[in-house]
Nanobody
């Protein structure tokens, strides 16, 4: 009932910037918290940043001051602006959405993950 599409990953030199997007579509009633996670090779998935429905944000210490999370509720989309990228930012980035949707007149709540987008930072 809900489809999530990520975009914006790619190869960038250290010090460069990328902007990730994650758009949800379908029978969406509302989206609560939205967030970005990442998983580097050989490591566990870690939280990068989150944003609540009222715009309150959180960023992990490792990205604070360099990454900015934002959302457009009219488009059911969350963004991650990544500046001053470092080699250690190389990872697959996943968006996470807490979605309320309707199906046959019934409202449901479910967490959705994007398929992941690869960010590679080179020296």
């Amino acid at each position: 009932q809900v489809h999530v599409v990520e975009s914006g990953g790619g190869l960038v030199q250290a010090g460069g910037s990328l902007r990730l997007s994650c758009a949800a579509s379908g029978s969406i009633v509302s989206i609560k918290d939205m967030g970005w996670y990442r998983q580097a090779p050989g490591k566990q998935r870690e939280l990068v940043a989150t944003i609540t429905s009222d715009g309150t944000t959180y960023a992990a210490d490792s990205v604070k001051g360099r990454f900015t999370i934002s959302r457009d509720n009219t488009k059911n989309t969350v963004y991650l602006q990544m500046n001053s990228l470092k080699l250690e930012d190389t990872a697959v980035y996943y968006c996470h959405l807490e979605v309320d949707y309707s199906h046959e007149g019934v409202r449901y709540g479910m967490d959705y993950w994007g398929d992941g987008t690869l960010v590679t930072v080179s020296s």
